[in-house]
């Protein structure tokens, strides 16, 4: 009788930890209002990032614009710009939606959780269907992506498995500001062409909770990097 109820108040008491967990991950971002990023390639400014934050209760909703133009002599080749929404309830997704213009070619994402089968409901312009409700939106801002199985594409809504690699902690330099941060590398998880493989660097600052770059090769070097948080 004892080891049962032992057993009982350890699965609860584990069942709480991990609710308690699953909410507090985006709950610390109810103190922010403002991440900026910057966009470099090959080691120019090229754009911008920035997502905005506000809160309501149980409620987290942010807002996203991201832009950037490709220009060789002048001549732009490659150019996205991006506006985004998603709310969060008690830390969990409630709905993302966008909508991307990229080389003058439309892309959008309709997501909402539906409750009945614990389960995302996707209408994107590279997928329509159902998506694990594990499954990420793939943003900078939430650092839960270092956790994440697989991850949902901000533009397209189409789905991929993704695994992460610890490489170890770095002391780094960004705009005059020192991080200790951890370095990981985010990587495809499945046999999909070279050109829709997942391959990022990623530093996260985990005093600050918060991404602080990323960095990837397409083309040139890509880097995303925290400007300011407010």
């Given at each position: 009788?004892?080891?049962?109820l032992?057993?009982?108040?350890?699965?609860?008491?584990?069942?709480?930890?991990?609710?308690?967990?699953?909410?507090?991950?985006?709950?610390?971002y109810?103190?922010?209002?403002?991440?900026?990023?910057?966009?470099?390639?090959d080691?120019?400014?090229?754009?911008?990032?920035?997502?905005e934050?506000?809160?309501?209760?149980?409620?987290?909703?942010?807002?996203?614009i991201?832009?950037?133009?490709?220009?060789?002599?002048?001549?732009?080749?490659?150019?996205?710009?991006?506006?985004?929404?998603?709310?969060?309830?008690?830390?969990?997704?409630?709905?993302?939606?966008?909508?991307?213009?990229q080389?003058?070619?439309?892309?959008?994402?309709?997501?909402?959780?539906?409750e009945?089968?614990?389960?995302?409901?996707?209408?994107?312009?590279?997928?329509?269907g159902?998506?694990q409700?594990?499954?990420?939106?793939?943003?900078?801002?939430?650092?839960?992506?270092l956790?994440?199985?697989?991850?949902?594409?901000?533009?397209?809504?189409?789905?991929?498995?993704?695994?992460?690699?610890?490489i170890?902690?770095?002391?780094i330099?960004?705009?005059?500001?020192?991080?200790?941060?951890?370095?990981?590398?985010?990587?495809?998880?499945?046999?999909?062409?070279?050109?829709?493989?997942?391959?990022?660097?990623?530093?996260?600052?985990?005093?600050?909770?918060?991404?602080?770059?990323?960095?990837?090769?397409?083309?040139?070097?890509?880097?995303?990097?925290?400007?300011?948080?407010?």
């Amino acid at each position: 009788m004892k080891l049962k109820l032992y057993s009982l108040i350890l699965g609860l008491t584990t069942l709480i930890v991990a609710i308690s967990t699953s909410y507090s991950h985006t709950d610390h971002y109810k103190n922010f209002k403002k991440i900026e990023m910057d966009i470099y390639k090959d080691g120019k400014i090229i754009g911008f990032s920035n997502y905005e934050f506000s809160s309501n209760s149980n409620k987290l909703f942010v807002k996203n614009i991201t832009e950037f133009k490709v220009k060789v002599l002048g001549v732009k080749v490659f150019s996205v710009f991006s506006n985004s929404e998603e709310l969060y309830k008690n830390g969990n997704l409630i709905y993302f939606k966008s909508n991307t213009i990229q080389n003058n070619k439309k892309k959008y994402v309709n997501l909402k959780y539906e409750e009945d089968n614990n389960e995302f409901l996707i209408d994107g312009s590279s997928y329509k269907g159902r998506a694990q409700k594990n499954t990420i939106i793939g943003n900078w801002w939430n650092h839960d992506i270092l956790k994440a199985k697989s991850q949902i594409s901000p533009l397209s809504g189409s789905i991929k498995k993704q695994k992460v690699i610890f490489i170890g902690k770095e002391l780094i330099k960004v705009y005059d500001k020192e991080y200790n941060t951890e370095h990981y590398r985010l990587l495809s998880d499945e046999n999909i062409s070279e050109d829709r493989k997942l391959d990022f660097d990623i530093w996260y600052s985990k005093e600050k909770k918060i991404i602080v770059k990323i960095s990837y090769q397409k083309l040139g070097n890509w880097e995303y990097i925290l400007k300011s948080i407010k």
